[in-house]
């Protein structure tokens, strides 16, 4: 079982950057997806960036040309950088794993495990 681990979360000015880190213990598949997902307080989670094992990125629209996430895949760690932040970025923020065994269950999105991280605050005061 994978298990991850994030750190990086805290208070910080609007306008100002954070980065957020995440470290994950266990066997990453060579098919993954590795990603950072938010919830702010009455609201759903929401996808915010996610990077394959191969290298692609997808971010949710409201963080574009803010926020980068990047990925290491000898150590097993996503991180995401965060810069211009708002308020409306204020939420827990929490880390994500996928694996698959193999490309077909990949295709078909049948995960061997879907692990996810206990959360950080990220605030942004006005």
């Known amino acids: 079982q994978v298990q991850l681990e994030e750190s990086g979360g805290g208070l910080v000015q609007a306008g100002g950057s954070l980065r957020l880190s995440c470290t994950a213990s266990?066997?990453?598949?060579?098919?993954?997806?590795m990603g950072w997902y938010r919830q702010a307080p009455g609201k759903q989670r929401e996808l915010v960036a996610a990077?394959?094992?191969?290298?692609?990125?997808d971010y949710a629209d409201a963080v574009k040309g803010r926020f980068t996430i990047a990925r290491d895949n000898a150590k097993n760690t996503v991180s995401l950088q965060m810069n211009s932040l708002k308020p409306e970025d204020t939420a827990v923020y929490y880390c994500?794993?996928?694996?698959?065994?193999?490309?077909?269950?990949?295709?078909?999105?049948?995960?061997?495990?879907?692990?996810w991280g206990q959360g950080t605050q990220v605030t942004v005061s006005s």
């Open positions: 994500n794993a996928v694996g698959f065994s193999s490309f077909e269950d990949w295709r078909h999105w049948i995960p061997d495990f879907n692990s």
């Open positions: 990077i394959t094992s191969s290298g692609s990125i």
């Open positions: 266990g066997s990453i598949f060579s098919f993954s997806v």
